[in-house]
């Protein structure tokens, strides 16, 4: 694709190659082996030829004087409205390429102005330019669809340099660096809040209406707006590797890859036209010469040579799937390619996590139960093996513990067991902290707890210190999200999770899931994403929904990994087909609903562009329908599934 970024309006500056060559200006669709490549601009000035087309044709057919007048007329017309036509057609004969569909069709064209079709000649070229009008009206559509990516883009950076501020570009900013956003500015670099108080409009990367509040200590990503106050951010990532610009080409990708069905029909289409034209050839020189009706023979000629094109599809099925790409962009919702999009419209499995995904990742302690020791004791040896952790109870468990810098200093020879918990060295003792399978496994009695609740055990030196409830809730819109995914056709939900059964029971039965798996082991989650697939059909996909924190395997092994609040949550995502960015589950149905609309207008299309297609060609070859009859047929095929194409540009 060919991009553009517009500069800063307040310097004039040369920008970067990642920046200017971002966003499509002009809309390209490239298709299957031969890697044609169809482009199409909109403008009002591209309708003035076609007026004038159309008016020089109605005065031509209609009008009842000499017949020079009325051929002059239509030539006219015909002119008009084909001259881009001839122009580009009459380069490639000079580049000495090869025939191409619009080769084919200004030879068609040719051969109904031999045989005295004037009226269908002007009239064949009047509407395949009509036609090729609202395919430019629906490109500019998926064109002004990437706006929103313009408007994200950070164009300044203005970096502290001592008691004075240096404006800049983005990419200049290094880690480390202290940067100034003033209100009305975008982030340009995700950061740290070293100083101010501030709200910030996320819509542009979340696709929600919802300000956010950020102070000392929080982390902002660039493309946020500031809207009220100063920030002073420290910068943690370059600009290249920030949201704003991962996002820009994530979407790049996403649009620049084929996905098969494209590929399949690139490969068709590029055996199709040349079998239209070889129809022709026989239709217009090999059967006159036994029948001896040559202008009948012709006229079919044309009409095949005129219908030989596969535009109409090789331009609607990309943009379905485009429009699909960028109406999730403007929701919040990043697809990694529009392979994807097929796969997400099948889905009729569904795994879940629990914690981030049901559940909203705030832990809390509720209760502590020491077993010979104190509960500060207990709470702060937690907490201090929890030093180096990066998860939901891992914090909860450091606020409880009153976890400071120099407690974390004592800790010595930190290990993390996936799916078990921590072993840690403190103060010389041999910590462990974790579920009943880590005390298991290394022979230490514990005491099952009796209230409900993540229970986390801890133990020093092989001895029983007592265990640590902790409990978040199930997430807002969790129960509508999951029926709404079941009315969409997901027939099977599963709660894959390592907690407790009492805990995960109680979740699965108060949202209505199929399937519930407790007390998992990472090891244990892929097992049982084998074991959904193995039951699924052949054209039935399983999707895996994660928090992103240690989910790339599982990612990996689904058809679709899904990984919400990724906004507070980089790691483990390179392997998800899509990022919610705003870790709102109410965005999976809407999801679904874009994915099935696109995909059911891809096959509209195709069926429809297939079953015209095919009658016009058996009415051409039996005389039973007109030139201009089967050229107006056509155009209206490619017109309605262009039309078609942009409904899922505008999914609710």
């Known amino acids: 694709m060919a991009k553009h970024l517009a500069p800063s309006k307040e310097k004039k500056m040369k920008m970067p190659e990642l920046r200017r060559e971002a966003l499509p200006k002009v809309v390209h669709f490239r298709f299957g082996q031969n890697r044609k490549e169809y482009e199409r601009r909109f403008s009002l000035r591209m309708m003035l030829p076609v007026l004038a087309a159309a008016l020089l044709f109605l005065v031509g057919f209609l009008l009842r004087g000499p017949a ?41 064209v040719v051969i109904a102005f031999i045989i005295g079709d004037y009226a269908g000649a002007a009239f064949a070229l009047l509407v395949i330019r009509s036609a090729e009008l609202v395919q430019a009206y629906a490109l500019a559509r ?29 990419e200049n900013v290094s880690i480390g660096d202290t940067v100034l956003v003033n209100p009305g500015e975008r982030i340009p670099v995700d950061g740290e809040v070293l100083s101010g108080l501030s709200t910030l409009d996320c819509s542009a990367l979340t696709g929600l209406d919802e300000a956010v509040n950020v102070s000392i200590g929080s982390r902002v990503r660039s493309g946020c707006l500031n809207v009220s106050s100063p920030l002073y951010i420290r910068a943690e990532k370059r600009f290249e590797d920030s949201s704003a610009a991962k996002r820009l080409e994530s979407f790049e990708q996403a649009c620049a890859m084929d996905s098969k069905l494209e590929k399949r029909l690139g490969r068709y289409a590029a055996m199709f036209t040349p079998a239209v034209a070889v129809c022709a050839l026989v239709l217009g020189v090999i059967v006159p010469i036994f029948s001896g009706d040559w202008t009948g023979s012709l006229r079919c000629a044309a009409a095949f040579l005129l219908l030989s094109s596969p535009c109409a599809l090789l331009i609607s099925v990309p943009l379905c799937f485009e429009g699909a790409v960028v109406c999730s962009e403007r929701k919040g919702i990043r697809i990694f390619g529009k392979s994807c999009i097929e796969r997400v419209a099948h889905v009729r499995t569904m795994a879940f996590g629990k914690t981030g995904v049901i559940t909203d990742g705030r832990f ?78 290394h022979g230490i009695f514990y005491l099952t707890p009796n209230r409900a609740g993540s229970a986390v055990h801890v133990a020093v030196e092989n001895q029983y210190w007592g265990h640590i409830l902790l409990s978040d809730k199930i997430r807002d819109g969790a129960f509508d999200a999951v029926e709404d995914l079941r009315a969409q056709g997901v027939n099977q939900m599963v709660l894959l999770t390592g907690d407790v059964i009492s805990v995960s029971k109680s979740i699965a039965s108060a949202l209505n899931f199929d399937m519930v798996r407790s007390e998992l082991s990472p090891e244990n989650k892929l097992s049982a994403i084998r074991y959904l697939k193995q039951g699924l059909g052949d054209r039935a996909a399983l999707a895996y929904v994660g928090d992103g924190i240690n989910d790339a395997a599982l990612f990996d092994l689904a058809d679709v990994g899904i990984s919400l609040d990724t906004l507070r949550h980089d790691d483990g995502n390179d392997k998800a087909d899509v990022a919610v960015m705003s ?41 039973a329908a007109p030139v201009s009859i089967c050229v107006a047929a056509d155009a209206l095929c490619t017109v309605l599934t262009a039309l078609n194409a942009l409904r899922s540009f505008v999914v609710e």
Request: glycine share 8%.
């Open 583 to 623: 870790g709102e589950i109410r965005r999976l149905p809407t999801l679904q609903r874009i994915a099935k609309t696109a995909w059911t207008a891809v096959w509209q299309n195709i069926i429809l562009c297939c079953a015209v297609k095919t009658l016009l060609l058996i009415l051409s070859v039996f005389g």
């Open 142 to 170: 998926a064109e002004n669809g990437v706006e929103l990516l313009r408007a994200i883009m950070p164009e300044k950076a203005r970096i502290l340099r001592g008691d004075e501020s240096e404006e800049t570009l983005p």
């Open 68 to 108: 020079w007048v009325k051929v002059f007329l239509l030539a006219t017309s015909a002119l008009c409205a084909g001259f881009d036509l001839l122009r580009r057609s009459l380069a490639k004969i000079v580049n000495r390429r090869l025939p191409d569909e619009e080769l084919l069709f200004l030879l068609g």
């Open 364 to 441: 809390r302690v509720t209760d502590v139960f020491p077993d010979g020791v104190s509960e500060q004791d207990l709470l702060r040896m937690a907490a201090a093996a929890e030093t180096r952790a990066r998860n939901p109870v891992s914090e909860a468990l450091r606020d409880a513990g009153g976890w400071t810098r120099e407690i974390g200093e004592g800790v010595m020879q930190i290990e993390e067991i996936p799916g078990r918990g921590v072993s840690a060295f403190i103060e010389g003792r041999h910590v462990y902290v974790g579920n009943a399978a880590l005390m298991e496994e």
